[in-house]
């Protein structure tokens, strides 16, 4: 938890409260559902919600902005975005039943209304959204193919509406097929500790009122 309000100072008393919910929330449903490795289970903050929270260093969403969290297992990153940005909508999908249970029950006992959840596949989702988030949920390639239909044209925010994915390694041939307009963004400029030394998150505009990447 020290690692959230060193990074986010600002945080409200309810929002820190939530913060500090999670611990217990996620080792209690990881007994029942695996949805982190049982070993990670206690670098929790730092493996899983600071991580998330990355994207809130890229892009302050401002209020009104609607996010679809494709291959959300048990809430990440959307349950800590939703947290931050209590104006914004996250739409939590998954094909797998029981990883949206788990995402259900936290955001139950947190008491969060800003969220909703799809027990579906993104090729099966018709919606549109500002922003596709996805914390390597699938190849950038599949991300981009399956999902930029989604995004809406209406745009509110600093940076294009577009798609956000947090990875980690050489991602050099993944982006090489968007290199002209993809943006990368190197964690351990946001984070110190050496977790994020090889995280990466990547921001690909979707301008589908030229329908077209």
């Given at each position: 938890?020290?690692e959230?309000l060193k990074?986010f ?6 929002q820190t409260?939530?913060f500090?919910a999670l ?5 209690d ?5 695996n949805v982190?490795?049982?070993k990670d289970i206690?670098?929790l903050y730092?493996?899983h919600?600071l991580?998330?929270?990355a994207i809130?260093k890229?892009?302050h969403?401002?209020k009104?902005?609607?996010i679809?969290d494709?291959?959300t ?5 959307s349950?800590p975005?939703?947290?931050?940005f209590?104006?914004c ?5 998954d094909?797998?039943?029981k ?8 955001v139950s006992?947190?008491?969060l209304?800003?969220?909703t959840?799809s ?6 989702e018709k919606?549109?959204?500002?922003f596709?988030v996805?914390?390597?949920a ?5 991300l ?11 745009q509110?925010n600093?940076?294009p509406n577009g798609?956000i994915c ?8 993944e982006i090489?097929?968007?290199k002209n307009?993809v943006?990368v963004?190197?964690l ?10 090889t ?10 009122s030229?329908?077209?990447?």
């Open positions: 938890m020290n959230i990074y100072p600002t945080l409200t008393e309810q409260r939530r500090a611990f217990n929330l996620y080792a449903w990881n007994t029942k559902i982190i490795s049982r206690e670098n730092l493996h919600v991580h998330s929270l809130a890229i892009l969403f401002k009104g902005t609607s679809i494709v291959g297992g048990g809430g990440f990153p349950i975005l939703a947290i931050t209590p104006e909508t996250f739409c939590l999908l094909s797998v039943a990883k949206i249970k788990v995402a259900q029950e936290v006992a947190l008491n209304r800003n969220c959840f027990h579906s596949r993104i090729e099966d919606r549109t959204f500002d596709v996805s914390r390597a699938m190849s950038l390639t599949d981009v193919r399956l999902s930029s239909k989604n995004i809406a044209t209406t509110q600093a940076l798609i947090l990875k980690g390694g050489d991602l050099h041939a090489q097929p968007y307009i943006s963004y190197n351990s400029d946001f984070f110190e500790e050496d977790y994020f030394s995280k990466k998150a990547i921001y690909l505009p979707i301008d589908n030229r329908k077209k990447v």
